[in-house]
């Protein structure tokens, strides 16, 4: 009999096995989470180690490249209804190094399967060792199973929101699988006589613990355990059914622990092989003493657990190689930290140490010490007696200063010692000769020590957001130094030996006092990327980041300067023999553009960005655009009234912002296409230039969606011209660029009324079609298709709009329903009023302080003629006081709109309305009068009724 798969709950998580399938999860579960399949034109780009994203389209055009093919050793396959498996397989084939596949039906509920055949032909994929099933519900997995036995390269399977008797199946379990994840809602059945020696369990319940489901799991093959019980503990009925597996080496537990003293013991006492224990999210106020039976424990990792010391018999472990606790309570560490011989990396971040012990200089072996984010105040001098280490972090103390010690780690590699409060260095700091890596920003250092320039491997140096106001003379001698970050400081200038640092590529020199570059700046000869702005950049603010409270903090403790801007205005003409360049920002300078393009125009670089934004531009250069070699160029923010007729010559430039200059110039153009576009607007080059190309097809309706946005009165025609000329070109291509809601409210705002209508039934239909439906879209659309029909003069096609609007979308469009349906004498008008007064009733009921749903009902109740239930219900909102007093002032005008309706007013009350509104000036924003508008135009009112309503509601629009 057929057996069907039970659809459980989706994952978004997508992750793959590796050769070593345990120890990689976790790194290639957070990996995956954020990347998606791609076609191999993005492989090509972005790297193999991606899903290749099967599609037909890729297998025909690359079939016959077979260096590209073989490239491919993960892929992903989307289920659809009309696909054919045994298809996909023998294009997949063609790719000799696949080793996983993922099957993906993880639409909310899955798609439906039953008539999708499992394919017969896997066993062409020599290389295939894993599989990943995303949410089958409804799949003949038993004959699935049987294929899959064909596969004798197979060795672990994944499963996504599967029923948990999914592994009992009989074929399933003479598959002899090596590694299994499954994660699903409820812990799964594990068959007894399983070969797993790789196993991950991800689930949110274990249901039934009498029937002890992991007890079934080998004494002896299983080795590798990564246990995730969301909303269950770990209590000592579960962990005695983990105490057997005495072939265990690592264990992962990332579920709540009942019991810190049972866990340690049960587990430890009997299975002494584990050599790695990872405990996260395990909610471990202590750390047992217990912890002494891991006898062999060589990798201890903790991380949000709460604990606040180590136990005694932590220090005893004396196999541990590696300790990794973050996001505990720890306060300090044991002076037995030296027992630890044998500790290579230890990581102690995200903690609440404060102090560290003398010992710690004797842990001779130690290569790797994380202490950073915690509250340490200094360091022992005996830090420098650790002399294998390579990799020190300690950022984001409260370090005032380092131990002269440091400088006797000739072995250190990389040193961060950024958010603290140094204020000076050691002078022998150039004592570190295997330095390659330095961060000393958020610190208060106001200069660098001489010997500085002694760090003659250092490539990657920050000292972003400190005091320094000059760099050492000789910090040229920095021969390997690639990026050197020093934003937010107060240099005036740079030494003449700046220009000697011949491997320069990324320089960050914004926010400092500069006025000039030396000349020697044109040295820097592998410099690629530059910044000296002057742009608000929160990077290099001085405050400190208190992790303990998640936020910054001002620093009350040491009084910092004000921060500086550079005001360079020039560049030195060495700085045209930079042939390197890729990016240059100078914004938010005074700078001289003539200066700035005269000195590129000489430069050997090309297709490089420029952002000369807000730097006081009035007047751009009239000649030699054809020289000026720039790609991308930003003039956003000047003062640029016109644009030079030379600028059609600059063969370089592909993306122009003009953007916030004068009221013609207010652009951003990011194709040369787009900036033809420009520059026929403003009569440079005429429509004849232009090719008729789908490119420029596109470019037409990308501009014309950029209209959309401006604040002209004749932006809808501008829409509309452009709109219509891409058409012209290309019509697919148009159409498929514009933004829908636009092109449909342009042509209704141009009155072109049929042509809305078709566009809007097109639309519509897409949108609703899917689903998840946006109603931001739809229900705008609905609306101008209405609009349309009553502008034709159609007033039955407009009500049967509003109609679908309201029962389906909006049910706000039931008055307007009713309104057009009480012109034409349509007897339903009665119950789509019926409909809307029902509709604000339950929302009042559910939000009794929402005065805009209050307010609507009363415009309800005009407008439908109740007059009795609109003074029932205004007496009763009299009793309720808005927060916003506007809307008094509303419930004021809509009691006023009621007398005129039922002519019971006088012209001196019309005229202190009148004074009032006009005394207040509001101006509603929130508000529109467009129901209550509609509703007076269609009314039996005299013309003097009407004219008086207008005359009250315009002036809340003054």
Same mark, same amino acid.
């Given at each position: 009999?057929?057996?069907?798969?039970?659809?459980?709950?989706?994952?978004?998580?997508?992750?793959?096995?590796?050769?070593?399938?345990?120890?990689?999860?976790?790194?290639?579960?957070?990996?995956?989470?954020?990347?998606?399949?791609?076609?191999?034109?993005?492989?090509?780009?972005?790297?193999?180690?991606?899903?290749?994203?099967?599609?037909?389209?890729?297998?025909?055009?690359?079939?016959?490249?077979?260096?590209?093919?073989?490239?491919?050793?993960?892929?992903?396959?989307?289920?659809?209804?009309?696909?054919?498996?045994?298809?996909?397989?023998?294009?997949?084939?063609?790719?000799?190094?696949?080793?996983?596949?993922?099957?993906?039906?993880?639409? #909310?509920?899955? +798609?439906?399967?039953?008539?999708?055949?499992?394919?017969?032909?896997?066993?062409?994929?020599?290389?295939?060792?894993?599989?990943?099933?995303?949410?089958?519900?409804?799949?003949?997995?038993?004959?699935?199973?049987?294929?899959?036995?064909?596969?004798?390269?197979?060795?672990?399977?994944?499963?996504?929101?599967?029923?948990?008797?999914?592994?009992?199946?009989?074929?399933?379990?003479?598959?002899?699988?090596?590694?299994?994840?499954?994660?699903?809602?409820?812990?799964?059945?594990?068959?007894?006589?399983?070969?797993?020696?790789? #196993?991950?369990?991800?689930?949110?319940?274990? &249901?039934?613990?009498?029937?002890?489901?992991?007890?079934?799991?080998?004494?002896?093959?299983?080795?590798?355990?990564?246990?995730?019980?969301?909303?269950?503990?770990?209590?000592?009925?579960?962990?005695?059914?983990?105490?057997?597996?005495?072939?265990?080496?690592?264990?992962?537990?990332?579920?709540?622990?009942?019991?810190?003293?049972?866990?340690?013991?049960?587990?430890?006492?009997?299975?002494?092989?584990?050599?790695?224990?990872?405990?996260?999210?395990?909610?471990?106020?202590?750390?047992?003493?217990?912890?002494?039976?891991?006898?062999?424990?060589?990798?201890?990792? +903790?991380?949000?657990?709460?604990?606040?010391?180590?136990?005694?018999?932590?220090?005893?472990?004396?196999?541990?190689?590696?300790?990794?606790?973050?996001?505990?309570?720890?306060?300090?560490?044991?002076?037995?930290?030296?027992?630890?011989?044998?500790?290579?990396?230890?990581?102690?971040?995200?903690?609440?140490?404060?102090?560290?012990?003398?010992?710690?200089?004797?842990?001779?072996?130690?290569?790797?010490?994380?202490?950073?984010?915690?509250?340490?105040?200094?360091? &022992?001098?005996?830090?420098?007696?650790?002399?294998?280490?390579?990799?020190?972090?300690?950022?984001?103390?409260?370090?005032?200063?380092?131990?002269?010690?440091?400088?006797?780690?000739?072995?250190?590699?990389?040193?961060?010692?950024?958010?603290?409060?140094?204020?000076?260095? &050691?002078?022998?700091?150039?004592?570190?000769?295997?330095?390659?890596?330095?961060?000393?920003?958020?610190?208060?250092?106001?200069?660098?020590?001489?010997?500085?320039?002694?760090?003659?491997?250092?490539?990657?140096?920050?000292?972003?957001?400190?005091?320094?106001?000059?760099?050492?003379?000789?910090?040229?001698?920095?021969?390997?130094?690639?990026?050197?970050?020093?934003?937010?400081?107060?240099?005036?200038?740079?030494?003449?030996?700046?220009?000697?640092?011949?491997?320069?590529?990324?320089?960050?020199?914004?926010?400092?006092? #500069?006025?000039?570059?030396?000349?020697?700046?044109?040295?820097?000869?592998?410099?690629?990327?530059?910044?000296?702005?002057?742009?608000?950049?929160?990077?290099?603010?001085?405050?400190?980041?208190?992790?303990?409270?998640?936020?910054?903090?001002?620093?009350?403790?040491?009084?910092?300067?004000?921060?500086?801007?550079?005001?360079?205005?020039?560049?030195?003409?060495?700085?045209?023999?930079?042939?390197?360049?890729?990016?240059?920002?100078?914004?938010?300078?005074?700078?001289?553009?003539?200066?700035?393009?005269?000195?590129?125009?000489?430069?050997?670089?090309?297709?490089?960005?420029?952002?000369?934004?807000?730097?006081?531009?009035?007047?751009?250069?009239?000649?030699?655009?054809?020289?000026?070699?720039?790609?991308?160029?930003?003039?956003?923010?000047?003062?640029?009234?016109?644009?030079?007729?030379?600028?059609?010559?600059?063969?370089?430039?592909?993306?122009?912002?003009?953007?916030?200059?004068?009221?013609?110039?207010?652009?951003?153009?990011?194709?040369?296409?787009?900036?033809?576009?420009?520059?026929?607007?403003?009569?440079?080059?005429?429509?004849?230039?232009?090719?008729?190309?789908?490119?420029?097809?596109?470019?037409?309706?990308?501009?014309?969606?950029?209209?959309?946005?401006?604040?002209?009165?004749?932006?809808?025609?501008?829409?509309?011209?452009?709109?219509?000329?891409?058409?012209?070109?290309?019509?697919?291509?148009?159409?498929?660029?514009?933004?829908?809601?636009?092109?449909?409210?342009?042509?209704?705002?141009?009155?072109?009324?049929?042509?809305?209508?078709?566009?809007?039934?097109?639309?519509?239909?897409?949108?609703?079609?899917?689903?998840?439906?946006?109603?931001?879209?739809?229900? &705008?659309?609905?609306?101008?298709?209405?609009?349309?029909?009553?502008?034709?003069?159609?007033?039955?096609?407009?009500?049967?709009?509003?109609?679908?609007?309201?029962?389906?979308?909006?049910?706000?469009?039931?008055?307007?329903?009713?309104?057009?349906?009480?012109?034409?004498?349509?007897?339903?008008?009665?119950?789509?009023?019926?409909?809307?007064?029902?509709?604000?009733?339950?929302?009042?009921?559910?939000?009794?302080?929402?005065?805009?749903?209050?307010?609507?009902?009363?415009?309800?109740?005009?407008?439908?003629?109740?007059?009795?239930?609109?003074?029932?219900?205004?007496?009763?909102?009299?009793?309720?006081?808005?927060?916003?007093?506007?809307?008094?002032?509303?419930?004021?005008?809509?009691?006023?709109?009621?007398?005129?309706?039922?002519?019971?007013?006088?012209?001196?009350?019309?005229?202190?309305?009148?004074?009032?509104?006009?005394?207040?000036?509001?101006?509603?924003?929130?508000?529109?009068?467009?129901?209550?508008?509609?509703?007076?135009?269609?009314?039996?009112?005299?013309?003097?009724?009407?004219?008086?309503?207008?005359?009250?509601?315009?002036?809340? +629009?003054?």
């Amino acid at each position: 009999m057929k057996k069907i798969l039970l659809f459980l709950f989706t994952f978004q998580t997508l992750f793959i096995f590796s050769q070593d399938f345990y120890e990689d999860y976790n790194d290639y579960l957070t990996f995956f989470n954020s990347k998606s399949a791609e076609p191999i034109e993005r492989l090509n780009r972005f790297g193999y180690h991606y899903y290749f994203k099967y599609n037909k389209k890729d297998i025909e055009a690359y079939k016959n490249d077979i260096k590209t093919l073989e490239k491919i050793r993960y892929a992903y396959i989307k289920i659809n209804k009309d696909i054919n498996l045994e298809e996909v397989i023998d294009d997949l084939s063609l790719c000799p190094n696949i080793e996983l596949i993922k099957f993906d039906n993880g639409k #909310l509920f899955g +798609s439906d399967t039953t008539k999708i055949n499992f394919p017969k032909n896997l066993n062409k994929l020599s290389k295939l060792k894993n599989l990943i099933f995303y949410s089958f519900h409804n799949w003949d997995y038993d004959k699935g199973f049987y294929e899959l036995k064909k596969v004798k390269s197979l060795k672990g399977i994944a499963f996504y929101s599967f029923s948990p008797t999914i592994l009992m199946n009989k074929n399933f379990q003479e598959l002899k699988l090596r590694d299994l994840a499954f994660i699903a809602r409820n812990i799964p059945q594990i068959p007894e006589n399983n070969t797993f020696e790789n #196993l991950i369990l991800k689930c949110d319940y274990y &249901p039934n613990k009498k029937k002890q489901y992991l007890k079934a799991l080998s004494k002896n093959n299983l080795k590798k355990l990564h246990l995730s019980i969301s909303f269950e503990n770990l209590n000592d009925s579960i962990l005695k059914e983990l105490k057997h597996l005495q072939g265990l080496e690592k264990l992962t537990i990332n579920s709540p622990i009942k019991n810190s003293d049972s866990f340690f013991k049960i587990i430890g006492e009997n299975n002494p092989k584990i050599k790695e224990l990872k405990l996260t999210n395990c909610k471990l106020d202590s750390l047992s003493e217990n912890i002494k039976y891991f006898k062999n424990l060589e990798l201890f990792y +903790s991380s949000n657990n709460k604990f606040k010391k180590l136990p005694k018999s932590f220090y005893d472990l004396k196999n541990l190689k590696r300790v990794e606790i973050q996001g505990s309570n720890i306060i300090s560490i044991d002076n037995e930290i030296d027992k630890l011989s044998s500790l290579n990396t230890l990581k102690l971040y995200y903690n609440r140490i404060k102090t560290l012990p003398k010992s710690i200089g004797k842990l001779k072996l130690l290569k790797h010490f994380s202490i950073n984010n915690n509250q340490l105040k200094s360091l &022992p001098k005996e830090i420098g007696d650790l002399k294998n280490i390579t990799f020190f972090k300690i950022n984001n103390n409260k370090l005032t200063s380092v131990p002269r010690s440091i400088t006797n780690l000739k072995n250190l590699d990389t040193l961060f010692l950024e958010d603290n409060y140094i204020k000076e260095l &050691p002078k022998n700091i150039g004592n570190l000769s295997s330095l390659t890596y330095l961060n000393l920003s958020q610190n208060l250092l106001y200069k660098l020590p001489s010997s500085f320039s002694k760090l003659h491997n250092l490539q990657t140096l920050n000292i972003t957001a400190n005091d320094i106001t000059y760099l050492p003379k000789k910090f040229g001698n920095l021969k390997k130094l690639s990026t050197l970050q020093g934003n937010s400081n107060f240099l005036t200038t740079l030494p003449d030996s700046f220009g000697d640092l011949s491997s320069l590529e990324r320089l960050e020199l914004s926010h400092n006092n #500069l006025t000039s570059l030396p000349d020697s700046f044109g040295g820097l000869n592998s410099l690629k990327k530059l910044y000296l702005n002057n742009k608000k950049n929160h990077a290099f603010r001085v405050e400190k980041y208190n992790h303990l409270k998640g936020k910054f903090i001002k620093d009350t403790t040491y009084t910092r300067l004000a921060r500086k801007k550079n005001m360079l205005t020039t560049l030195p003409d060495s700085f045209s023999k930079l042939n390197k360049l890729e990016f240059i920002d100078l914004s938010n300078n005074t700078i001289d553009f003539n200066n700035v393009v005269n000195i590129l125009e000489n430069s050997n670089s090309y297709n490089y960005t420029l952002d000369v934004s807000n730097c006081s531009i009035k007047k751009l250069p009239v000649h030699n655009w054809n020289t000026f070699k720039v790609k991308d160029l930003n003039l956003s923010d000047n003062l640029i009234t016109e644009l030079p007729k030379d600028i059609k010559n600059a063969q370089y430039l592909t993306s122009l912002n003009i953007s916030r200059n004068s009221k013609n110039l207010n652009t951003y153009r990011n194709n040369k296409n787009q900036i033809s576009l420009l520059l026929l607007e403003h009569n440079i080059i005429s429509e004849n230039d232009l090719p008729k190309t789908d490119e420029m097809a596109i470019a037409f309706a990308k501009v014309a969606n950029k209209k959309s946005y401006s604040s002209k009165k004749n932006k809808y025609e501008e829409y509309i011209t452009y709109a219509n000329k891409a058409i012209e070109i290309n019509k697919e291509a148009a159409l498929k660029t514009l933004y829908d809601d636009s092109y449909i409210e342009a042509l209704y705002k141009t009155k072109n009324y049929k042509d809305c209508i078709h566009y809007a039934d097109i639309t519509i239909k897409k949108d609703t079609s899917q689903n998840i439906r946006f109603l931001n879209s739809v229900v &705008p659309n609905f609306r101008f298709k209405a609009l349309s029909h009553l502008r034709l003069k159609d007033t039955i096609s407009a009500i049967k709009t509003f109609k679908t609007l309201a029962d389906k979308f909006s049910p706000q469009y039931w008055s307007r329903t009713a309104l057009l349906a009480k012109k034409i004498n349509d007897s339903n008008y009665k119950l789509y009023f019926d409909n809307q007064i029902a509709f604000y009733n339950k929302q009042t009921q559910q939000n009794p302080k929402s005065w805009g749903t209050h307010l609507s009902l009363l415009e309800v109740y005009i407008i439908a003629g109740k007059h009795k239930e609109f003074d029932e219900f205004n007496k009763e909102l009299s009793t309720l006081i808005p927060k916003n007093s506007n809307y008094l002032l509303l419930k004021e005008y809509l009691e006023f709109v009621e007398k005129i309706s039922v002519n019971n007013y006088s012209n001196e009350n019309l005229e202190e309305l009148k004074q009032k509104i006009q005394a207040k000036k509001t101006k509603l924003k929130t508000w529109s009068f467009e129901l209550l508008l509609l509703w007076n135009d269609l009314s039996d009112l005299s013309n003097k009724q009407k004219n008086d309503i207008r005359t009250i509601t315009y002036l809340f +629009s003054i």
